[in-house]
């Protein structure tokens, strides 16, 4: 009994466990089966129009859009392109639908393969025969190579279709609401004066900027600015962070084992019997051989060009990004001849007096002189040369017949071998001290070359990560951040960017920043934020982040910038309404009584259309004031654009015409272009909300 009795007494703790128990089983479930509240969090994508977007969903959009451009590999944007057409099934599908527009099956055929074509499936296939025997071949697997290439067809062949069926519903209801368009001859009407009515008017202009005195704006200001304003401030959600850039730079040690490869195969390279194949086989820029001229030899094979054999390779040599092997496979006469010199200007003018021009001939003999007795080239070249070789030693490079002048030409090609000329040359620059680094030479050269880039390998990216992920470890802030990144003189930069939106692909100089954007966007994350390296686009990145911004209104110090200037051109404006006083029809007794600041003037030819005022400037709200005032009245104190004004109407000339048809068209045809360039996209996406949550994925 005493058992039973203890049992009793525990029953509802019994009870209440089992229960509990049952609870956390069923909780359980809810947040760990597939189709559990969680679950469905976890793989939602956004939501359009109410209806949540899965990861499915998705996925499967972007395999359409693949399918329909033929490939990712074809379109960058296929993740857009997906995402746009989730919107036009969720939104403008039912909204067209709504408006009792359809598709007939017949008008389906006619579209694909009918009288009125697609021009979409026009611009595929030509004809409707082409198309009609693609479809009878389509499901005929004899054609294929594979099955994989039918399914593949077949599914490029229902996207392009479903695409060429959802254009004629947008057409259709781009045309239903262009035909609800009507322009009334009142409208007409107005339109024309607007264009062609023109006023004369007297003005007092007080302008801001007369104001010399600095306006206190405070945040207060701004944040109530922005609420009175709030739809020019309504922004979406953003990230601002900044980031350093640790780049793989290669090594020595790395440039070492490519000009070490390099050399390990030089032998091969010289009695490869296939020098295309070699290539290849062994370039990480293939191309085939072929034949250049001396000059475009790699500098080191250029300055022993006499000395070249056939079937040897040359090199490693320096080379862009890189290293390269030059192999000569022939050396052929050439029409092209070409020479290689250097020169000393003593540069005269031909307007210069006798004196001058035999003292500039005097120190080049002089100059000569010295280099014969064993001077410098180069050095002399640097200290007296009069045009731009003088910081390169004097070299000219290259060049062939027909590039200089005559007598300085003529003395190159009459030289036989190299060396400094004996004697001085005039020319209409003044003259030269001339050595013949190669003489001509009228020869080409057909190569083959094998190139490797110089790249980070392992070694040196482990050794740039663990430098990156110092410095993350050393961030707490963005003091610390700013601090710790001065520290390193060179390998590492800063940049940073404002109010990153989730759907960005890329940030500042990184073009592939997905998981970047990922990581900001995280449900946990916070400003001061760090985040561990990011290996992306050859790079070590560290991330800071310095703002979240939410979707709202914007923040003031957001946007102080912008609101700034307007705050402080509404204070000015009260300061001169103050001062200016309105009552009178004289405005120059009205601006002599403001100040030297007022401006007055007359305007004449103003137009309602333009809203400018000469003078004065843009001031729409002004010139609609004139139109409205009676011949000879005066306005009150108007807050303008750019100040503050007092307008008064000196003349209005109205302008008739019998016919207004003409500006009936033109408003008509104003409306259908802006109807053609998206508007109703854009109204339709205004009437819902559209949530973009693809940075979670």
Do not use: C
């Amino acid at each position: 009994m005493g058992i039973f009795n203890k049992i009793n007494q525990r029953s509802g703790l019994v009870v209440g466990t089992i229960v509990l128990g049952l609870v956390l089983f069923l909780l359980g479930d809810a947040f760990t089966s597939s189709n559990s509240i969680f679950s469905s969090f976890k793989n939602k994508v956004g939501e359009i129009g109410g209806t949540s977007i899965t990861i499915e969903d998705y996925q499967k959009a972007i395999a359409k859009a693949e399918g329909l451009y033929g490939g990712s590999s074809n379109n960058t944007n296929m993740e857009d392109i997906a995402w746009n057409q989730l919107i036009f099934d969720n939104l403008n599908i039912p909204v067209y639908e709504k408006a009792g527009i359809a598709i007939s099956e017949e008008e389906r055929g006619d579209l694909i393969e009918g009288e009125h074509m697609s021009e979409i499936v026009k611009q595929q296939f030509q004809s409707a025969e082409n198309v009609k025997q693609f479809i009878a071949n389509l499901d005929n697997s004899n054609q294929f190579q594979s099955p994989e290439e039918q399914i593949a067809l077949q599914g490029r062949w229902k996207a392009m279709k479903q695409y060429v069926f959802d254009e004629r519903m947008r057409s259709k209801y781009d045309a239903l609401i262009k035909k609800s368009e009507y322009v009334t001859k009142a409208e007409a009407q107005r339109y024309y004066h607007s264009l062609n009515d023109k006023a004369e008017a007297e003005y007092v202009y007080v302008p801001y900027y007369s104001i010399k005195d600095t306006i206190a704006v405070t945040d207060e200001m701004i944040e109530k600015y922005i609420k009175d304003h709030a739809k020019e401030f309504e922004v979406e959600e953003g990230r601002s962070i900044e980031f350093a850039v640790f780049n793989n730079t290669p090594s020595a040690e790395d440039s070492a084992y490519v000009k070490k490869d390099l050399i390990a195969i030089k032998e091969e390279f010289k009695i490869a019997k296939n020098d295309t194949a070699f290539i290849r086989s062994n370039s990480d820029a293939p191309a085939e051989p072929s034949y250049v001229q001396i000059s475009q030899l790699p500098e080191a094979m250029s300055k022993m060009v006499t000395s070249l054999q056939t079937d040897s390779v040359y090199g490693p040599f320096p080379s862009g990004q890189g290293y390269t092997l030059t192999k000569v496979i022939k050396i052929e006469s050439d029409t092209n001849v070409v020479a290689k010199a250097s020169h000393i200007l003593f540069r005269t003018n031909e307007t210069d007096p006798a004196e001058k021009k035999a003292e500039a001939k005097k120190q080049a003999q002089q100059i000569l002189a010295e280099i014969q007795k064993g001077a410098s080239f180069e050095k002399m070249a640097a200290q007296y040369g009069g045009d731009g070789t003088a910081s390169n030693g004097g070299s000219l490079g290259w060049f062939g017949k027909g590039q200089m002048v005559k007598p300085f030409e003529n003395a190159i090609f009459s030289a036989n071998k190299a060396g400094v000329l004996p004697n001085i040359v005039e020319t209409q620059f003044g003259y030269h001290i001339i050595r013949v680094d190669v003489p001509k030479m009228g020869k080409k050269f057909l190569v083959a070359t094998v190139q490797k880039n110089v790249e980070a390998f392992d070694a040196t990216v482990d050794s740039v990560y663990r430098v990156a992920d110092g410095f993350a470890s050393s961030v707490k802030d963005t003091g610390t951040f700013r601090t710790e990144l001065k520290k390193f003189k060179f390998g590492a930069a800063k940049y940073e960017q404002a109010n990153i939106d989730g759907a960005a692909k890329s940030i500042t100089g990184v073009t592939e920043a997905r998981e970047i954007i990922k990581w900001l966007y995280s449900d946990d994350r916070d400003v001061n934020n760090v985040s561990n390296v990011f290996s992306v686009d050859n790079k070590q990145i560290v991330v800071l982040v310095t703002g979240i911004r939410e979707k709202g209104l914007a923040s003031a110090k957001d946007v102080k910038d912008q609101v700034k200037p307007k705050i402080e051109n509404e204070e000015k404006a009260k300061r001169i309404a103050a001062k200016l006083n309105a009552n009178g029809t004289n405005l120059a007794a009205i601006a002599k009584a403001y100040g030297s600041d007022a401006l007055t003037g007359k305007a004449t030819d103003i137009l309602l259309s333009s809203g400018m005022i000469t003078g004065v400037g843009y001031e729409p709200e002004a010139v609609g004031v004139i139109f409205g005032l009676g011949k000879d009245k005066v306005s009150t104190v108007l807050t303008g654009e750019n100040g503050v004004l007092i307008v008064k109407n000196l003349n209005f000339t109205k302008s008739e015409v019998a016919d207004y048809s003409q500006f009936v068209s033109q408003l008509q045809q104003q409306r259908n272009n802006r109807i053609a360039y998206g508007v109703i996209d854009a109204a339709i996406k205004k009437t819902s909300e559209i949530i973009d949550m693809r940075y979670r994925f």
